[in-house]
């Protein structure tokens, strides 16, 4: 069973930064891949960055070139540093991870204001 415990969300004013971080827990070997949903009320959750144990990255074009996913295979954390933030990236972020299944964090707020 694997948990993951996320940090680091708040309220920032538009323009700013936020890094949030999310540790995982109760696996020995790297995790296939680890990433960061986001959900704002009344949507549906998306996919905002993932990364793979090989280093491959994926984004949502809304957060290319703002947001940046960084990952440690060997500690099985993985970060994501947000830059430029607008109103509309305001959502429950949740961290992801996958092996055999997916498993989620509890999620944290992130709230931007204009």
């Known amino acids: 069973q694997v948990q993951l415990v996320e940090s680091g969300g708040g309220l920032v004013q538009a323009g700013g930064s936020l890094r949030l971080s999310c540790a995982a827990s109760?696996?020995?070997?790297?995790?296939?891949?680890m990433g960061w949903y986001r959900q704002a009320p009344g949507k549906q959750r998306d996919m905002v960055a993932v990364?793979?144990?090989?280093?491959?990255?994926s984004y949502a074009d809304s957060v290319k070139g703002r947001f940046t996913i960084s990952r440690d295979n060997a500690k099985n954390t993985v970060n994501l540093q947000m830059n430029s933030l607008k109103p509309e990236d305001t959502a429950v972020y949740y961290c992801?991870?996958?092996?055999?299944?997916?498993?989620w964090g509890q999620g944290t707020q992130v709230t931007v204001s204009s």
């Open positions: 992801y991870a996958f092996t055999t299944r997916g498993y």
């Open positions: 109760g696996r020995r070997s790297s995790l296939n891949a």
């Open positions: 990364a793979t144990s090989g280093g491959s990255t």
